[in-house]
């Protein structure tokens, strides 16, 4: 049976993920899960401790809120959230997310954010793994041009230093390694409807991931 209290949006990096997810979750008033930062959050445990027990209970003793619509990771009540946007603990992520161990520790407490107050899942199997039964999936995608310029102008408001021409090799270099991963490899659910944010504006992306799931809460 679908939950219509459960939106995921699924795609590649730099796609527009995260901020149709926050939109979302602002417009609906829904809990957002950033399972991305999640990962990275696990990330930065496991650095710590190059163990997945110890980085399982390290992670379990941070403190992960969504204040606002938005997720933030506390840890001993310091804010590290903006930490986690490193492009380094990014790299070391993505490498994690491909391992059973780092996703079998994850997927509870990303299940256990689901709620009847509604929750926007961000990430790569949101639909496929995590919510299998979510009312509205969204696979969200964009031309790989266009994503390294997104990532190029967020992180250069962040005050870190890039390159254009590394940003797109890495993005391309990070798509095929989600995608040909054995355990939860980045592909859209049977159910899920495409969406392709590459000449779109985030309020029209946001617009038509509404009207889909206004229709879908429709037929029930």
Not at 156 to 169: C, P
């Amino acid at each position: 049976m679908k939950n219509n209290n459960i939106i995921t949006i699924d795609g590649p990096s730099a796609s527009g993920k995260g901020s149709l997810a926050k939109a979302l979750a602002k417009e609906l008033d829904f809990i957002l899960l950033d399972s991305g930062l999640l990962y990275r959050a696990y990330s930065y445990c496991f650095e710590q401790s190059q163990n997945h027990v110890k980085a399982k209970n390290l992670f379990l003793n941070l403190q992960i809120n969504s204040i606002d619509h938005q997720m933030y990771v506390f840890e001993s009540s310091k804010d590290i959230t903006s930490i986690l946007r490193d492009e380094n603990i990014a790299k070391s992520a993505s490498i994690l997310s491909g391992l059973k161990e780092t996703r079998d520790n994850l997927i509870s407490f990303q299940r256990d954010l689901a709620s009847d107050r509604g929750l926007v899942a961000d990430g790569r199997d949101m639909g496929t793994v995590v919510f299998p039964d979510a009312g509205t999936k969204i696979f969200l995608v964009a031309d790989a041009e266009v994503r390294a310029k997104r990532r190029f102008l967020e992180l250069q408001n962040a005050g870190q230093g890039v390159n254009m021409r590394d940003l797109i090799d890495d993005i391309r270099l990070r798509d095929e390694a989600d995608k040909a991963r054995e355990i939860s490899p980045l592909m859209p659910a049977n159910d899920s409807i495409e969406v392709n944010s590459s000449n779109l504006t985030p309020q029209e992306v946001l617009e038509i991931v509404l009207k889909i799931y206004k229709e879908n809460t429709k037929e029930d």
